[in-house]
């Protein structure tokens, strides 16, 4: 147990680290960046362990397994947000474990997350999901029909739009990766003064790529294996 906690400490500190130097050399406030723990595929103890070392925000990418965390962790005071792919019939189930989906990635689901949380009486936050490398293997809205799709679920009252995701290309040289990030940030400023003050959160880097995305203008970024090591249970 103890060797569990020295390994996640000494990871957490060098994601840390790491975090400083990208935020000092662009001049950013480390306040900006949010670290959330990517938690899929890790055992409980492990974002046990992770909660006990000062993480407070874990994201899941599938509703069952999160489920089943949440409620075996349901006496921490975790932030738990929702970062896969999220399927309309796991809306209502999803609108009562986790706080904020991070990939709203098409017209259908923007439907049923309006009728679930209007059920509900509450208000979703939401980010929306760019496919910024036009992958045909990813989720996510093109860059070029962003506007159309906001257009048509800006009359969603229960939707409340607070950033932008994307999971751009794996590209093993970093710089190759940045202007995928730059590309995102265009897009967020861009559509920043019709969104006003909620509108605030780029969720972009993981493991790979998060120094880069920070640079660029991450207010969170997703961390799994250079913080908890190899992905284990699939559940
Ligand atoms: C798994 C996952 C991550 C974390 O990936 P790592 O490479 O383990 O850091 C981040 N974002 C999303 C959407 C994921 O599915």
Redesign the pocket.
Same mark, same amino acid.
């Given at each position: 147990m103890q060797d569990l906690k020295e390994l996640l400490k000494k990871n957490y500190e060098n994601i840390l680290t790491k975090l400083q130097k990208a935020c000092l050399k662009v001049g950013r406030p480390l306040d900006e960046v949010r670290v959330l723990a &990517?938690s899929?595929g890790q055992s409980i103890e492990k974002i046990r362990t992770a909660y006990e070392l000062g993480i407070k925000l874990f994201?899941e990418?599938y509703v069952q397994e999160g489920e089943a965390k949440i409620k075996e962790l349901s006496s921490l005071e975790i932030e738990w947000h929702f970062?896969?792919r999220l399927q309309t019939n796991k809306v209502k189930k999803a609108l009562g474990l986790f706080s904020v989906l @991070?990939t709203l990635d098409r017209y259908e689901l923007a439907k049923e997350l309006q009728k679930q949380a209007d059920k509900l009486n509450k208000v979703v936050p939401v980010l929306i999901e760019i496919n910024i490398g036009k992958e045909p293997t990813k989720a996510g809205i093109k860059k070029e029909e962003v506007e159309e799709f906001l257009e048509k679920i800006l009359g969603f009252k229960r939707i409340k739009i607070i950033g932008l995701m994307c999971?751009p290309p794996y590209k093993e040289k970093l710089e190759e990766v940045r202007p995928y990030f730059i590309e995102m940030r265009k897009i967020f400023d861009s559509l920043k003064p019709y969104l006003g003050e909620d509108f605030k959160e780029l969720s972009m880097g993981?493991? @790979?790529d998060y120094p880069v995305a920070i640079e660029e203008g991450a207010t969170i970024i997703?961390?799994?294996? &250079?913080l908890f090591g190899k992905?284990e249970c699939k559940l």
């Open positions: &990517a899929k994201g990418n970062i896969g @991070h999971l993981t493991s @790979h997703r961390i799994g294996e &250079a992905r």
